[in-house]
């Protein structure tokens, strides 16, 4: 069977998008974005942050890179990976929502990460949103102090949560605490909470993280 030239030229245009899929079908690469999501990582960076072999990591990069999903800056003998937009942030976060809803091993491995039920409850974007209006809450972001001066969300005060055990005093006394981190599998900000909640405090953790925030258009600030 013979096909017309529009056929072939749909099916080619239709590989090529297949790439994208094929590049992020991977954990260790859906990892990376979450990691170069937050700023520039070196592969140096990102082989400490994983744990992975620098071959490997470098073999994914080069991988997202020929999908269009990760931007090169070569500063001297270091190269410099970023993710290339908010809409790959969209992206795989969609693929994240598709797949809890639709697959139950998901949603089974979500509640064996997860294992506190009070640390799955999350924040919406648009809660917090109006929380922050009133002015009724504290913004606590956990990750590393590299990240946030990158970009964080506004008003949010930085305390790594590596650090937040000691420096609970830090935080302005008797208000509610949200806290976020790189993103929804981002286990900080469960930890934050479950801390905080041991030590009297009440508090959430945002639905989205850092990333998720600014691919909305929602404001960020850097310093």
């Known amino acids: 069977m013979s096909h017309t030239p529009e056929t ?7 590989a090529q998008i297949a790439t994208v899929g094929k590049a992020l079908g991977h954990a260790y690469r859906l990892e990376l974005l979450e990691y170069v999501a937050q700023g520039e990582r070196t592969v140096e960076a990102l082989t400490q942050l994983t744990g992975l072999h620098l071959a490997t990591v470098s073999q994914h990069l080069q991988h997202l890179r020929r999908a269009g999903l990760v931007r090169t800056r070569r500063e001297g003998k270091y190269i410099h990976y970023r993710v290339a937009g908010d809409d790959v942030v969209n992206l795989v ?20 990460y997860f294992d506190d039920t009070e640390a799955l409850e999350a924040l919406p974007t648009a809660d917090l949103l109006e929380r922050l209006r009133e002015g009724s809450v504290t913004l606590l972001d956990v990750r590393p102090e590299e990240e946030y001066r990158v970009g964080h ?8 949560a590596s650090e937040l055990a000691q420096r609970l005093r ?15 599998y981002c286990a900080l900000s469960h930890d934050a909470v479950r801390l905080l909640r041991e030590r009297g405090v009440k508090a959430l953790r945002l639905e989205a993280g850092y990333p998720e925030w600014k691919a909305a258009g929602l404001p960020v600030e850097d310093r």
């Open 8 to 14: 072939t030229r749909k099916r080619d245009l239709l």
């Open 93 to 112: 976060n969609s693929l994240r929502c598709v797949a809890e809803n639709n697959l139950s091993e998901v949603q089974r491995l979500v509640q064996d």
């Open 153 to 160: 969300l506004p008003g949010a005060i930085n305390i790594p």
């Open 170 to 184: 830090d935080l302005p006394p008797g208000r509610e605490v949200v806290a976020y981190c790189r993103g929804p």
